[in-house]
């Protein structure tokens, strides 16, 4: 089940902290992973402009987000900035700063968050929803691995990496073939965005939490991607 704003991911995963200047929010990795700071920045939100999925409000989630202290919360709606006007408001009203950015699942490879770290970055966002939406029917997308690599260097990468299946001897083909997606996920998002990629970490109180914590950070080291908290926050 996804987290609401309140519920944190594991204390030892290091969390995104700093205030964020709202539309070009500058995250670099010491910023990404929360050095020297006990505050905490949300970078994965879907408002309820997430038909079927996001159920709150982007006022609700950013005042949600003022009574817990977080510094900034990123409204990543799937494949969409729909949102983005109503946050950019909430964010003035609440003090709280917004990070523009976007979940997309790629046809061909892994669920990205994506960020908009400067101006140029916030354009490249634009163009690839554009892209996505303009090849599908209303209310789809489609994108690709080939799409995503045309995002430049003002655009940050959150992995989303699917969760572990429990283990069981009979589920070993289909182990086998998410670890196989997996590496060439990681090995992809490395070639492409390294120096600006992170592998997010999002535990939802599930049947076993340490065991998909113990494989995340497994996924992290062989890849050498830097882990960062985030909460997959559907509602207030």
């Known amino acids: 089940m996804p987290n609401s704003p309140g519920e944190m991911p594991g204390t030892s995963i290091p969390r995104a902290t700093d205030p964020l200047t709202p539309l070009t929010p500058a995250l670099s990795p010491e910023q990404a992973q929360g050095r020297g700071s006990k505050t905490y920045a949300e970078l994965h939100c879907l408002s309820n402009f997430s038909f079927q999925r996001g159920a709150s409000s982007a006022q609700e989630l950013f005042e949600r987000a003022k009574k817990l202290g977080y510094t900034a919360l990123a409204i990543t709606d799937e494949c969409s900035l729909s949102g983005i006007v109503r946050a950019f408001e909430a964010s003035n009203d609440t003090g709280i700063a917004l990070i523009v950015g976007s979940e997309i699942q790629l046809a061909d490879g892994p669920k990205l ?71 060439s996920h990681g090995a992809w998002i490395v070639r492409h965005f390294g120096g600006r990629a992170w592998l997010a970490v999002e535990l939802h109180r599930g049947p076993d939490d340490a065991a998909e914590l113990r494989h995340l950070r497994d996924l992290a080291s062989h890849h050498g991607l830097p882990l960062v908290a985030a909460g997959d926050v559907h509602m207030h």
Request: net charge negative; with cysteine; aromatic share 4%.
């Open 113 to 183: 968050v994506i960020l908009a770290a400067d101006h140029d970055g916030y354009s490249d966002i634009c163009q690839l929803i554009t892209t996505g939406r303009r090849r599908s029917a209303k209310g789809e997308y489609q994108l690709t691995c080939a799409d995503a690599e045309r995002l430049g260097p003002g655009v940050r990468v959150l992995w989303i990496p699917r969760s572990a299946p429990p283990a069981r001897t009979s589920d070993c083909g289909n182990t086998n073939a998410l670890a196989r997606d997996e590496d």
